[in-house]
């Protein structure tokens, strides 16, 4: 049964692959990189000496050296001298060194034509990889034929340092793979006939929060029961301790023992002192007498029980409860788990809150989650009602198969910020909120919000028509419905399934035509699959089991697999009408052509320029443009590295989750709306306006802004927000978490929004740790680099851009001034070791203007829009169509420019120049 894995995939992978040969297309003419003279003659003044046709050290020669780089061998060479130079080997000393400045300028120049050299080299010269389905165009393509979110998890990694996750150059596949594929698709089907059994199953479950007061009430009556046993012991220890004949063995004890509680945990060695035993009752596994005594000590005075005692005196318990701050036993969060037994399915979350008298507008915020383990914020909801007029909250789930039976299938809400948290997300700010205001008032905080209950409710699919997949397959599925308590009959008990003659074969073979986007199985596809069907029957396998072992095997092929566009010319081929909708939704959606892309892809109308227009229009107006815009954005900008660290609570309390999720929504939503309108991309550089919610406006301290979602905010004239520059994602990334790395955010700055990105950093940079402990400002500790030669070429170009950025602390925060502290070896502050500084973000550019302020370099960032809008189309290119942009593409960036240019750089213009020109129709 196996063999057909084993053997027919492979052969069919190998088939294909050999009948797509690379596609070559006219290169256009790319620039050659190459050393002015002078940089060739600094080098053999200084270093002909010992590398030359006699005497060649480290069998390299200088004097040979080409000033123009055209071949890898040439640029493996000079590959050598850039190391060298930068390591600061060469020259080696008691040799005459290199000038500084003559230095600088040769580093700089050779770094930019390594850069220019990785381009020419590597240049494809349009020809566009075979490649397969990334993971999630593989999960999209799933949901769209099966309705399921598969896990894909499991399958290969995407991405290439460098590359889009949609680069050829990463998605290849060996044989091994296909297992991993198949793995996969198999637990898809698995949950796409659960869904389909379970279509007509509601329900509903509600928790009444007044339960969890009920708890409060009961641990805080046993609370204060223990507190008043362990005074009456601990006396009665005292009493034992201060009799005579017990002076020497109790001086003996204090002696040892550095605190009362550790002198009580000892009593057992006391003659006459009672056991904890006679007072109280222990927790089973309690029965050391240490263990005893520590705790009994511990119930004597508990830190939290004049919290307990607060809470219990509150209002409306009867009815609710409230979130606490920090204290688990005090609601720090309150959870809701689904019914055991429940499908997988669309669900709905609601929680019925209010806020109380005591709720400032920043403690009106409520945190929502799923496992309580890992304390992962999913999404944040302001709080308007009232314990007198509570809101409902209504918070939309999609539980997978393996969700709804696992912690994934518990859900929590808490007030924002004031969760417990578990390792490693313990919350040091809460506990210090807890710790300062008990300090304050002898109980801790006021409770800011009031819970009457929380429910979770099973949608039914209420859809009249299939998923595509189950539509086209037209038999079937054999699971029993799932009954009202949400329970299927054992696999034993599926429901008896008889197929007529012939029937399987024509269920199969539309499946496989409508997973392989409409283009119907070669050969005798069908019939294999057929007899593994078979077969499997008769080894015992039921029908249910069979057919979603053989549908697997269709899910794992290469013609689903692979993004194939066959051409066995070796000269560019225009796309058909089905490739052509097919690269355009893979494009904008990251998913196939639904029915209507696909017709006209079908009937070759899409070859029109008017009518790929038109269903470009359609696409871009459709919501799963997301999976085209986060991604997208995700890569473009590099917004992973946002993840690359955790943010210090300590010195950045307000940059919390909720913020963290705000910020990054915000670079999508701002891109979103230009998509909408065809906004022009000037507006990522530099806007008068932000998208923001009412998390993001509070900590942009933007007033009267309410609600959840992101709405359009007009700035005051001296905002420094509105634009990539001044989103609090954008600095966060140029930060390591506790202080700002104005390197880091200047290189992003030329990267992204210059389009001149800095050649990689050299190896061997000499290391700033060697400034530590010396009180520097940020400035002075970074242009350290500017003293070598190496660093300087850069350094020149990216410091003045950071530093104009420092007016945002780490995550982005306006100020005006900057402190360091010394710290120790065991991180603790260095007494008189610190400095405070005003901000001076004033510079100018290398070979460029000079500005007094972040707002001037804001301006003249804002200016460049070409060179910002040449970026953004490469991106485009080289995500759309899966290639390296090379120089041959210089052309046709120059064309998108020129149509988007003639529309105000409207975002959608740049779509519509790339779809409709000669590269996007080509393979």
Request: charged content about 25%.
């Amino acid at each position: 049964m196996r063999r057909f894995l084993q053997t027919a995939l492979p052969h069919a992978l190998l088939s294909l692959a050999l009948c797509l040969p690379s596609v070559a297309c006219a290169a256009a003419l790319s620039p050659q990189p190459s050393l002015e003279p002078r940089h060739l003659g600094l080098l053999k003044e200084h270093c002909a000496e010992c590398h030359n046709d006699r005497k060649q050290k480290g069998h390299f020669r200088v004097d040979t050296l080409p000033a123009q780089i055209l071949t890898p061998e040439d640029a493996d060479r000079w590959q050598k001298v850039l190391a060298q130079l930068n390591s600061g080997e060469m020259p080696p000393e008691g040799e005459k060194p290199l000038p500084d400045q003559s230095k600088t300028d040769l580093l700089e120049d050779l770094s930019n034509a390594m850069v220019t050299a990785r381009k020419t080299l590597a240049d494809r010269h349009g020809a566009i990889p075979m490649r397969r389905l990334n993971r999630r165009e593989y999960a999209n393509t799933l949901r769209d034929l099966l309705g399921v979110k598969a896990n894909v998890s499991k399958l290969p990694t995407d991405t290439v340092s460098g590359h889009f996750d949609t680069s050829g150059a990463a998605l290849f596949m060996s044989q091994n793979q296909f297992e991993q594929y198949r793995s996969v698709s198999r637990e898809a089907l698995d949950e796409a006939f659960e869904l389909q059994a379970a279509a007509p199953f509601a329900g509903t479950f509600r928790f009444e929060a007044e339960d969890a007061s009920k708890k409060i009430k009961e641990e805080t009556e046993l609370a204060k029961k223990r507190k008043e046993a362990s005074v009456k012991w601990a006396a009665a220890v005292d009493a034992a301790a201060a009799q005579p004949e017990n002076a020497e063995i109790t001086a003996k004890i204090r002696a040892a023992e550095k605190t009362v509680r550790l002198f009580r945990a000892r009593w057992d060695e006391i003659p006459s002192a009672p056991s904890p035993k006679e007072f109280l009752e222990f927790p089973t596994g309690v029965s050391l007498p240490v263990d005893m005594g520590l705790l009994t000590d511990r119930w004597l005075n508990p830190y939290i029980l004049p919290a307990q005692e607060h809470y219990v005196s509150q209002p409306a318990l009867d009815r609710g409860a409230y979130l606490g701050t920090w204290v688990q036993e005090l609601n720090s969060s309150l959870s809701l788990t689904v019914p055991h037994g429940w499908p997988p399915g669309e669900y709905r979350v609601r929680v019925r809150v209010g806020a109380t008298p005591h709720a400032t507008p920043e403690r009106r915020f409520l945190e929502f989650g799923t496992n309580v383990r890992n304390g992962k914020v999913l999404s944040t909801y302001e709080v308007t009602g009232t314990m007198e007029e509570p809101q409902i909250i209504e918070i939309p789930l999609s539980l997978a198969r393996n969700q709804s039976t696992t912690t994934d299938g518990q859900f929590w809400v808490r007030e924002r910020g004031r969760g417990f948290g578990i390792a490693p997300l313990f919350n040091p700010v809460a506990q210090s909120i807890f710790g300062r205001e008990k300090g304050q008032n002898g109980h801790g905080p006021e409770y800011a919000l009031w819970v009457d209950w929380m429910e979770i409710e099973r949608i039914p699919e209420t859809k009249t028509t299939l998923p595509p997949g189950f539509a086209a397959l037209g038999i079937p599925h054999g699971l029993a419905p799932v009954t009202p308590q949400g329970k299927r009959p054992p696999r034993g008990d599926e429901l008896p399934c008889t197929l007529a003659p012939g029937e399987l074969h024509s269920a199969l073979e539309r499946f496989a035509t409508v997973a392989f986007r409409g283009v119907p199985p070669a050969g005798r596809y069908v019939d294999r699959l057929e007899a593994f069907y078979q077969n499997a029957r008769s080894e015992g396998e039921t029908h249910t089991a069979a057919l979603k072992d053989t549908l697997s095997i269709v899910l794992s092929s290469p013609m689903f697999l692979y993004l194939a566009e066959p051409n066995p010319s070796p000269q560019p081929k225009s796309l058909s009408g089905d490739e052509l909708a097919t690269r355009l939704s893979y494009f904008l959606w990251g998913a196939p052509p639904d029915a209507v892309l696909q017709q006209l892809g079908h009937s070759r109308a899409l070859l029109q320029p008017d009518a790929l227009r038109a269903q470009t229009e359609r696409l871009l107006n459709d919501p799963r443009t997301n999976d085209f815009l986060k991604p997208f954005l995700d890569q473009w900008l590099s917004l992973d590295r946002l993840d690359f660290f955790e943010f210090n609570p300590r010195l950045h309390p307000k940059f919390d989750a909720s913020v963290k999720i705000a910020a990054r929504d915000e670079i999508y939503e701002s891109f979103a709306y230009l998509l909408q309108q065809n906004g022009s991309l000037r507006h990522l550089l530099k806007a008068d306006y932000v998208l923001a919610n009412k998390v993001l406006a509070d900590f942009y301290d933007l007033p009267d802004v309410h609600g959840d979602y992101f709405q359009k905010i007009q700035l005051p004239p001296d905002s420094p927000r509105g634009g990539l520059m001044g989103m609090a994602a954008v600095l966060a990334m140029g930060s390591n978490g506790e202080k700002t790395n104005p390197v880091e955010r200047g290189a992003w700055v030329l990267r992204k929004l210059l389009n001149t990105p800095p050649p990689p950093p050299p190896a061997n940079i000499p290391q700033l740790a060697r400034l530590a402990g010396k009180l520097l400002t940020t400035r002075e500790r970074s242009q350290a680099h500017q003293e070598f030669p190496q660093c300087a070429s850069c350094h020149r170009k990216i410091d003045p851009i950071g530093f104009g950025l420092e007016n945002f602390d780490a995550a982005g925060l306006w100020r005006t001034e900057d402190t360091f502290q010394v710290l120790d070896d065991k991180g603790k502050p260095v007494p008189n070791a610190k400095k405070t500084w005003k901000i001076d973000p004033a510079g100018a550019l290398h070979n460029g203007p000079a500005f007094a302020d972040y707002f001037a370099l804001r301006d003249h960032i804002a200016s460049q829009t070409k060179p910002f809008a040449r970026g953004f189309a490469t991106g485009l290119l080289e995500y759309s169509l899966g290639r390296s942009c090379g120089f041959s593409d210089e052309p046709l960036l120059d064309e998108i420019l020129q149509q988007a240019e003639s529309r105000d750089f409207g975002i959608r213009e740049f779509i519509h120049a790339l779809v409709s020109s000669q590269a996007f129709h080509r393979k």
